[in-house]
């Protein structure tokens, strides 16, 4: 399995971004696909998740109305559309994936540990 993140970069305050995890040996289908984010001296906490199969959504509060996931399943990939960013946003961002019944929501998911990561891309917000 692998996952594979992209679209991170340098933004001012107020920007826009959209990251994209590509996966690779795993079908989406089955899995729930989430967004955490490590930002300096903070600890790792999630952002955002999807589900695989009925497209359900979570957004941690700090985020909500600013972000949206979505996903594309021919393509395999999850992506995270960020407006409006704020240099709290700045972190390494990595998307993960944990298999899931059709029973669970995104936001259950969120409470199960991810089974795959990708290496993280790079979101900086300058004021």
């Known amino acids: 399995v692998q996952l594979v993140e992209s679209g991170g970069g340098l933004v001012q305050s107020g920007g826009s971004l959209r990251l994209s995890c590509a996966a690779s040996?795993?079908?989406?289908?089955?899995?729930?696909i989430a967004w955490f984010r490590q930002g300096p001296g903070k600890e790792r906490e999630g952002v955002s998740c999807?589900?695989?199969?009925?497209?359900?959504?979570y957004y941690t509060d700090s985020v909500e109305g600013r972000f949206t996931i979505s996903r594309d399943n021919a393509k395999n990939t999850v992506y995270l559309q960020m407006n409006s960013l704020k240099p709290e946003d700045t972190a390494v961002y990595s998307c993960?994936?944990?298999?899931?019944?059709?029973?669970?929501?995104?936001?259950?998911?969120?409470?199960?540990?991810?089974?795959?990561w990708g290496q993280g891309t790079q979101v900086t917000v300058s004021s």
């Open positions: 993960a994936v944990v298999r899931i019944s059709p029973y669970y929501s995104a936001s259950e998911a969120m409470m199960l540990s991810f089974d795959f």
């Open positions: 040996g795993i079908t989406l289908d089955h899995y729930a």
């Open positions: 999807i589900s695989g199969y009925d497209g359900s959504t």
